[in-house]
């Protein structure tokens, strides 16, 4: 069984800073996914990755299938980046059908 | 609009009467899947769809049912309510390809409190 660690828990940042939020997984997977969840609930799907990089907006996601490590960085951040980020793998590294999901880093940009 | 859409938003209810969450996409998406939200446990995997009459158990499927009869309505169903599925629910679909590299669409979550 795959287990999902996510790091940190919890980050605050000023406004401007470049962010990192670090995902690991314990079992070889062919693909991950990075997820947003607004402070009113709602998720939104940000990434799904299978190898190297990939760029959307100010969000980076990068992925080391080898070390079985994923990250997410945020550039020039926003107080409404504000929101908990997750990462999600198939529970037993292959099928994409069946995911876990790591706790979540809960994000807090400051104006 | 591209949507996944959830109802109930909020549900109140007793122990043992039976309820059914519906979840209905209209993408034409293949796959389809239940998930619930708990705090310090984080989102958990209920059931998924990979395509109509196929359904399969994610991580924490005790105490539910689901049915995929037709491809744009996956409901939820809880025979027995009991208080510990007192959770936030969400829905979400996603394009199914041989190589399964779609993101997912959401639906807006259904909180569900069992007395």
């Known amino acids: 069984k795959n287990e999902v660690e996510q790091s940190p828990q919890n980050l605050t940042a000023q406004e401007g800073e470049f962010i990192t939020i670090n995902c690991s997984y314990s079992v070889g997977i062919s693909a991950l996914h990075w997820l947003q969840q607004h402070p009113g609930g709602g998720i939104v799907s940000l990434f799904m990755?299978?190898?190297g990089k990939k760029k959307h907006g100010r969000l980076i996601a990068t992925i080391n299938i080898q070390e079985k490590h994923s990250s997410l960085h945020i550039t020039a951040s926003h107080p409404r980046d504000s929101a908990v980020y997750i990462c999600?793998?198939?529970?037993?590294?292959?099928?994409?059908?069946?995911?876990?999901f790591g706790k979540g880093t809960k994000l807090s940009v400051k104006p | 609009e591209a949507q996944v859409t959830q109802n109930p938003r909020y549900l109140i209810t007793v122990t043992g009467k039976k309820l059914t969450v519906t979840c209905s996409q209209n993408?034409?998406?293949?796959?389809m899947s239940w998930y619930r939200q708990d705090p310090g446990l984080g989102l958990r995997q209920i059931y998924y769809?990979?395509?109509?009459?196929?359904?399969d158990k994610g991580d924490v499927p005790e105490g539910y049912k689901v049915s995929r009869k037709e491809k744009r309505n996956f409901p939820l169903i809880l025979e027995s309510p009991s208080p510990n599925q007192t959770s936030l629910y969400f829905c979400?679909?996603?394009?199914?390809?041989?190589?399964?590299?779609?993101?997912?669409?959401f639906g807006s979550g259904t909180r569900l409190t069992v007395v």
């Open positions: 769809s990979m395509n109509v009459e196929v359904t």
């Open positions: 993408m034409n998406h293949e796959y």
């Open positions: 999600a793998v198939p529970l037993y590294g292959g099928s994409q059908g069946n995911l876990i």
């Open positions: 979400a679909s996603r394009r199914q390809t041989l190589d399964g590299f779609y993101g997912y669409t």
């Open positions: 990755l299978s190898s």
